[in-house]
């Protein structure tokens, strides 16, 4: 199963940062065969460690890693924006702003410990907004990522940390294993 431990975002935090992306040229519905893959709010979320596929008989070890989870998570905001890659493989993301870092490193420790596989890439808090590849003209994608660079959401602590499976796929399905405050 492909797995991924990741922070959501508060519901009042969402409803916000939804109010800016709902103005965002992105945003707006696209013609068949043009989609941009836009990430809907509730499937916004912070990765703090890639784990890919895991056999199914170690799921037991990460729901364990979460629910163990005791650090007080960092106070953050979404400010500012950017893009991943570049032409077809361009991601469009919102920054998050905070000391992410010491519960990140928290969060691979206990998957090394548990010699669980991760993505051992630095962590880059984002959330991911859409994948709009080529498909959106670079003027509106430029209007895009200059609204994105004035954003200031709100603040909030991060407390809301969860295990998910996910399935790839033209709509990806995400399911929840273990959140943080299950134990």
């Known amino acids: 199963m492909r797995l991924f431990i990741a922070a959501y975002l508060p519901a009042e935090v969402e409803r916000h940062f939804a109010g800016m992306v709902g103005g965002l040229h992105v945003a707006r519905p696209m013609p ?5 893959r836009l990430v809907p709010a509730g499937q916004w979320h912070m990765t703090l460690a890639f784990l890919g596929e895991v056999e199914d ?4 070890d990460a729901v364990e890693l979460v629910h163990g989870l005791r650090e007080q998570g960092p106070v953050v905001r979404i400010a500012g924006g950017g893009r991943f890659g570049r032409g077809k493989f361009t991601t469009l993301v919102a920054k998050v702003d905070g000391d992410v870092q010491p519960l990140g490193e928290v969060v691979r420790r206990q998957l090394k410990k548990r010699r669980l ?17 080529d498909r959106l003209p670079a003027g509106e994608l430029e209007h895009d990522l200059e609204t994105l660079r004035g954003y200031q959401g709100p603040q909030w602590r991060v407390d809301d940390v969860r295990l998910m499976k996910s399935e790839l796929g033209p709509r990806p399905t995400y399911e929840v294993l ?3 405050r299950d134990s």
């Open 178 to 180: 273990a959140t943080a």
């Open 57 to 60: 008989e170690r799921r037991d």
């Open 32 to 36: 068949e065969g043009r989609s941009v």
């Open 117 to 133: 596989p991760f993505d051992r890439r630095p962590l880059l808090p984002h959330v991911t907004i859409a994948r709009p590849g």
